[in-house]
């Protein structure tokens, strides 16, 4: 089938072009048959431009345009002309002309598509829309989505180079360290019984190209973890991985806080102040109630044990003896809620974990609650004055070990924060560095401490003597990077000796003989020289959705997975072949 090479793109031509004999080669998006003219709009990932059929113009191709149908694909070729005032169209770059055209060649019929491919009328469910994925990226919005992930890796990799970081690739089948996710494996077919990992990131080797002397490493790189899946979560993932020798924390907040700055500028037009602020973990779960909290509102929790300190009620009473916490948080002007909607709003906490929500309205005569009577008139008022309520507020309390009602309250912040409407579609974005995590949390169910980041992870210089102990108050040399409530990046300062690193594992109760089957090799190229080193890594996709203003990682992945890791496109995971599996030595039970 002949056809001519494309002259211009369906989004180039204007009206500078009037005269000029062109080609247009691309997708057939809408078509309009008004009896003597054919109207098409022809669409490739460039934009549209509307050609026109006219048996004046040319009989033959107006006659073979009666074929034409949604979703073909042709060549025209024809002549650039002013659209008629009545056809002008100024909501689209190419709106102020169209093709005569003089031959039309179709390079392909198409059957109707299981739903149209546009932005203003998908109804069709995201499952059927994966399952036709390839149709589904043809649709602008997701082409813009996929453009503006292209454009961020370039950014990416201009701005490293600049800062004189090389691109190493580090390898995809690698030794199973299962410390964190789940491993995916893969079974060697050539030694018998032993297999592969994919990497859930590329932490040994950059620490290993950094006792290389690489000295500033940076990958954009696939990673794959075998967990439970969310709206942000995949099976495998991009991240920008970064490894720095001879810095410190600063050196790396201000390379990251670089890219941020030129990303604020070149996708949104917005200039980033820097330095970007920072919230130690305690002072971020303390006043939010999270280790990434959303900052674009202000809506504050409060720790009310000072307030509570002396008090007789009871149930305050029993969790300060324990050491727990009572956290507050005040919801400004919501005084007149209904039993209703507090009753559905304590299910809220319960299910989370909460015991129960204390809720007090604050009137001009004081709090009513069920609790109120409990309470002195010194603490009612110390209570009001803590938190700043108001006559018309509604004051929430929470009460439990520290973390636990920490969390449980930021999670009812931010539910109402969405009943308020408080995050607005337009609120100026907010970045947040988030530092000094615990180095280890202890796990009630396998009585062991887990490193809260990875075990290569330094505590903190001067918590090094408690790592026996006090384990669980040694603080790490950890931070996040947090936008809009977001972890967009997270790193650390990494152990650089073999004798910290020993003692780290010692922690984590891995024993010599596992530690040295699992990372022996690490610990062995500590032995000859390793500078000290720290990095991050984004998550990329992320990064991207935040920044395309999608809510879900899937709308800026070319052909992601369910939320159940599976491919409707290609039916993936899928059966292999008896044949395949003995070669692998493998047996399905």
Excluded at 80 to 92: A, M
Excluded at 149 to 174: A, C, N, S, W
Aim: net charge neutral; charged share 25%; with cysteine.
């Amino acid at each position: 089938m002949l056809f001519k090479t494309r002259t211009h793109t369906c989004g180039e031509l204007r009206q500078d072009n009037i005269g000029q004999q062109v080609v247009l080669n691309g997708w057939v998006d809408t078509r309009r048959d008004l009896g003597g003219l054919i109207f098409i709009d022809l669409r490739d990932r460039y934009g549209l431009t509307q050609v026109v059929f006219e048996p004046s113009f040319d009989k033959e191709a107006h006659q073979f345009a009666a074929k034409l149908r949604t979703e073909f694909v042709v060549s025209v070729e024809g002549t650039v002309r002013k659209r008629p005032p009545e056809t002008d169209n100024p909501k689209i770059p190419t709106g102020h002309i169209d093709v005569m055209v003089k031959k039309l060649v179709i390079l392909n019929e198409a059957q109707t598509p299981p739903f149209p491919i546009n932005d203003d009328n998908v109804n069709a469910s995201e499952d059927l829309r994966l399952k036709y994925r390839y149709l589904d990226l043809r649709r602008p919005s997701v082409q813009n989505n996929m453009l503006l992930r292209h454009r961020m890796y370039q950014i990416t990799r201009q701005y490293f180079d600049k800062q004189g970081f090389i691109e190493v690739e580090t390898p995809v089948l690698m030794k199973s360290t299962p410390e964190g996710a789940r491993d995916y494996l893969v079974p060697s077919r050539l030694h018998a019984g032993k297999f592969y990992a994919l990497p859930q990131s590329p932490q040994t080797y950059k620490q290993l190209l950094m006792v290389a002397g690489m000295d500033r490493y940076f990958q954009i790189v696939k990673c794959f973890r075998d967990e439970d899946l969310r709206a942000d979560r995949q099976p495998e993932f991009t991240q920008i991985d970064v490894e720095m020798s001879f810095i410190d924390q600063e050196n790396i907040f201000g390379v990251v806080e670089g890219l941020m700055k030129i990303l604020f500028m070149e996708i949104w037009n917005k200039e980033l102040r820097i330095p970007i602020p920072r919230l130690s973990f305690d002072e971020a779960m303390e006043k939010y109630g999270s280790d990434k909290p959303d900052l674009r509102f202000n809506l504050e929790m409060k720790t009310l044990n000072g307030v509570f300190a002396n008090t007789s009620f009871k149930v305050f009473q029993d969790q300060l003896k324990s050491k727990g916490t009572i956290t507050g948080l005040l919801a400004p002007g919501c005084g007149e809620y209904t039993r209703n909607q507090l009753d559905v709003l304590t299910d809220f906490v319960k299910k989370i974990g909460a015991g129960g929500l204390i809720w007090m309205r604050v009137k001009p005569d004081g709090l009513d609650a069920p609790i109120s009577k409990f309470l002195s008139d010194e603490e009612k008022k110390n209570l009001v004055e803590t938190l700043g309520a108001k006559p018309g507020d509604l004051i929430f309390m929470i009460t439990g070990p520290r973390l636990k009602a920490f969390s449980i309250m930021g999670s009812l912040r931010l539910e109402m924060a969405r009943r308020l409407d408080l995050i607005k579609p337009d609120a100026e974005p907010k970045l947040l560095w988030v530092t000094d995590f615990p180095l280890l949390e202890w796990d009630e169910q396998t009585k062991r401490y887990y490193a809260m980041h990875h075990p290569f992870t330094s505590p903190r210089l001067e918590d090094v003597e408690l790592m026996e102990s006090d384990p669980g108050n040694v603080k790490a040399r950890a931070y996040d990077l947090v936008l809009n409530g977001n972890e967009i990046a997270g790193g650390s300062i990494r152990i650089h000796n073999s004798e910290l690193q020993a003692k780290m594992f010692k922690t984590l109760g891995i024993s010599d003989e596992e530690a040295d089957y699992k990372f022996g090799f690490l610990m062995n190229a500590f032995k000859y020289g390793a500078p000290p080193h720290g990095g991050i890594a984004f998550g990329f996709d992320r990064m991207v959705m935040l920044f395309a203003g999608e809510s879900s990682i899937r709308d800026v992945i070319a052909f992601p997975k369910t939320a159940s890791a599976v491919s409707l496109m290609d039916d993936c995971p899928s059966t292999v072949s008896e044949e395949q599996l003995k070669e692998l030595h493998l047996k399905i039970k």
